[in-house]
């Protein structure tokens, strides 16, 4: 049997990111229509608003304007995250702050990680942050400049970046790309329930105000409840709660007023049951205090977010989600394929919800079925692909509280429990004891976080790693390629523009197209 009617359930960022790969995929199949069904009446999460510069190049081929983007859905650029007090303030003080930065770090040519943790262990006490010693960005995102110029051409910058954005808004705008540019049909409606064959396959869908609609290939996109893969299929749930704790999150946006400086990242501030976000749009804030309820009471995380916001809380709008930690035991059954949270969810730490849909759903484009006898090679690809690039997002989520010194909670004391550690993140940090990180350490091209990703964080929360040996040759090289990259961040910083003052510009007058 052909697959020649896919349809999507549920939209938000993750059903009309799927509408939009699949639909540029299959422009060129002959026959394939793409359908997706609505609920009227189900709001989505609509706090995912953080992404990774993968975003970047999807957004391009889909044909949306980097303009018309950032115009559309209230969109600031983000090079960074900041962490702050991850570490033990009564061994570290004041200097308790890093920067995961998204420029390749070492960009000069010599790996300067070994000479950081040379000059760290001889100024013990008052050595340059690795981000400052290897990335010129650092010095950019202290400076609160804008990534590039507004004569850049749209999507390049002077360094790397991703975006902050408005999750309903941008859900609209990939809606409007998707239904114009790929064809996609947009249906309102409440899918109740779906028939299956003898063989366990989808055949249609109940609806309430549709009817019945029959469809040969179904990706599920309907969120926490995963009405299709887990209700009907009935696939099963791997939970990671013994691994990664927090599991409630109290959000919050906050309204902010043009003369208030728009940080170029997002920050992310420990507390002693898990962290707060805080995210800087044009005209808000969008904050969220996320912890574990097994470690922190809901009145006294109320009360310690009401603190992080100035006392400003019962004057805001506030919700609370609990989030179920964990994944599907399979992503693809049959004829159903999940995308987003309907595939699992394991915390915002590092913007793991859309990295993993864009990856996904990127990913399922590539080999689309064309016909039911092919599905079950192509699910047994993508479930061990998924399946591998969802546990090395637990072992990079779980890395940023294993290794925190903190002494101040259990939370933070039972992180570090051995128990508690995947074992592969366990093999990889008694390497990482005596060798700094290198690309050979991690194993395979699916890799969701790269080697870089892994030197931020690992060195910006001061990962104890023994120091090689190192010659005169290369300590006088590193030595001044560190200084060069000094000369070229604070060149960055004074040629760039202020933030807000580029994305005013950008309103104004768009980006140059190339």
Not at 92 to 120: I, K
Not at 205 to 221: C, H, I, Q, R, W
Request: a neutral charge.
């Amino acid at each position: 049997m052909k697959v020649q009617r896919i349809v999507i359930v549920g939209g938000g960022t993750a059903g009309w990111l799927a509408a939009n790969h699949i639909g540029k995929a299959a422009q060129h199949l002959a026959d394939v229509s793409i359908t997706l069904i609505e609920s009227p009446d189900i709001p989505t999460i609509g706090v995912g608003e953080g992404t990774v510069p993968a975003i970047k190049q999807s957004l391009q081929s889909f044909g949306i304007s980097e303009t018309e983007f950032i115009r559309e859905c209230d969109v600031s650029f983000k090079q960074s995250i900041k962490f702050c007090n991850w570490l033990d303030k009564d061994i570290h003080g004041a200097n308790n702050s890093y920067h995961h930065l998204f420029d390749v770090p070492s960009p000069l040519g010599e790996n300067l990680t070994d000479f950081w943790l040379q000059q760290a262990k001889q100024q013990a006490t008052n050595q340059q942050s690795f981000s400052a010693t290897v990335s010129p960005q650092h010095f950019i995102c202290d400076a609160f400049k804008a990534p590039k110029l507004i004569t850049t051409p749209e999507y390049g910058g002077k360094v790397s970046y991703a975006y902050h954005l408005n999750a309903a808004k941008f859900a609209q705008l990939l809606a409007k790309n998707a239904t114009t540019k790929f064809n996609v049909t947009h249906l309102k409606a409440n899918v109740l329930d779906a028939n299956i064959d003898e063989q366990g396959n989808l055949t249609c869908l109940k609806t309430d105000s549709l009817g019945e609609l029959a469809f040969d290939f179904y990706v599920d996109a309907s969120g926490f409840e995963s009405i299709l893969l887990a209700k009907k299929l009935k696939v099963g749930f791997i939970d990671k709660s013994k691994q990664l704790f927090v599991n409630k999150a109290i959000v919050a946006q906050v309204p902010t007023t043009e003369e208030q400086v728009i940080p170029p990242y997002t920050i992310a501030t420990a507390h002693q049951a898990g962290w707060v976000w805080d995210i800087a749009l044009p005209q808000r804030r969008g904050t969220g205090f996320v912890y574990s309820d097994n470690h922190m009471t809901s009145a006294q995380a109320e009360e310690t977010f009401d603190r992080y916001l100035g006392g400003k809380l019962a004057s805001l709008i506030s919700r609370e989600i609990p989030m179920k930690v964990g994944y599907r035991e399979k992503f693809w059954a049959k004829n159903c394929v999940s995308l987003g949270l309907s595939q699992g969810f394991l915390e915002p730490i590092e913007a793991t919800s859309i990295l993993l849909t864009d990856f996904a759903a990127a990913y399922l484009s590539k080999r689309l079925p064309q016909a039911l006898s092919q599905m079950p090679a192509l699910a047994e690809r993508f479930n061990h692909t998924m399946g591998y690039a969802w546990e090395r997002v637990v072992e990079f989520a779980k890395l940023h509280y294993c290794i925190s010194d903190r002494q101040d909670s259990d939370f933070w004391r039972d992180n570090r429990c051995p128990d508690s550690i995947p074992n592969p993140l366990k093999q990889k940090m008694a390497l990482w004891q005596n060798f700094s990180p290198l690309t050979d350490d991690l194993f395979s091209r699916y890799e969701v976080f790269n080697v870089d990703n892994y030197l931020y964080v690992l060195y910006g929360m001061k990962y104890a790693t023994q120091v090689n040996q190192c010659d005169k040759q290369y300590l006088l090289a590193a030595q001044q390629q560190t200084e060069q990259i000094r000369r070229i961040g604070q060149g960055l910083a004074a040629e760039l523009p202020e933030h807000r003052v580029l994305l005013d510009k950008i309103k104004q007058y768009g980006l140059k197209t190339i």
